[in-house]
């Protein structure tokens, strides 16, 4: 294991909590983007929302090298988590819509995507290993006994650290109530799901000092779909959106294989410019999915490139990636457990949340 040596400055810390509760949206701000995400659509007086969690990318700064993250017991990341459902279900309770929450943690280094792309999250793979993640992996344990007790959460772990967006795309076809879906999450690699699935919506918390800029991207029947959803790209890509903004956002997996993915530490092959050249030129900007084969009659793709977009395309779009994970005995054994015990939570709250107190009331 890699020694920890890379945290330089005792002084620059950050609570734990301080993570997590940046990814509260605030009530009146939440309020607008869910009526612009959802008013006048085939969902709009849906009582039901199933809501996706993305764990990882929430506490992403346990990991970090630049700084130390203050952790206030064990039980700090937990209750953090729970709360956050709280927070979210006491919103849309008020919209009298009810929520199941699905809280999905994996590193994102599933050895799959590292044999398709070398180096695959290589720098975020190695920040795992330290002794400092050993907080944010101890910090979650306790989800795994609580949760089981709790309202409609569910706390899904990967053995083989598959890339989020897959394990919850699979529990999206898994479940198939008919409800519309929300992700929180602040990776943008899970944006493809809303491409993918049907009235899916994902929730990007952004804080800027004493600003709530954070975004909901429309489920994709609405007309500002496509703007919304290149906006928020070409804003973390620092990219102009009339470069893209044409093209369909179900080839954005493509698009990231032909120029970057930072979130995963992939550099650029081609331009932006030149990847909307491509995916233009085989399938305009319809809502077809380009397939890794149709790159091979693309005159705009050489020879070399092409063998190495084809392979990123297999390690960063969720649809290749899917059908490896629904065959491993991983995905079979999901078991989701709802044994609603207000005795065994409020036991369970006493002896290990003392500290750090779950908003009880808001679930």
Known sequence: MPVDASIKDDNYRIDASQLIYGGFVKLNVLDQLVYDAFSETSVSSSTDLNIFIDVNSIIHALYSEHFRVNVHGFSDIAAGLINMCAHYRSFFSRLRVKTKFYIVQSLNTCEINRKFISGYNE???QKSQLKSSIAARNGLEILKVLCPYLPDIFYIETENNWEVSVIIANLIEAINDGHPNMIISKDLYSLQLTGYYKNTTFLYPLKHPGEDVSRLITINEKATYRTEFWNLVCYNRKISTN?????SPINYPLFNAITRCPERGIKALYRAPDARKIILSIAGNSDIRILPEQLMNCPLVNNYS????????????????LPYYKSTAEAKNIKLINLRDDATVNQI??????????DLQKL
């Not at 092409?306 to 392979?311: D, G, K, P, Q």
């Not at 709250?349 to 779950?358: E, G, L, Q, V």
Request: proline share 3%; no cysteine.
């Open 349 to 358: 709250n006493a002896k290990y949340f003392a500290d750090n107190p779950i």
């Open 306 to 321: 092409m063998a190495a977009i084809v392979s990123r395309m297999k390690a960063l779009d969720i649809m290749e990636l």
């Open 243 to 247: 470069l893209v903004g044409d093209l």
């Open 123 to 125: 720098s975020f793979y």
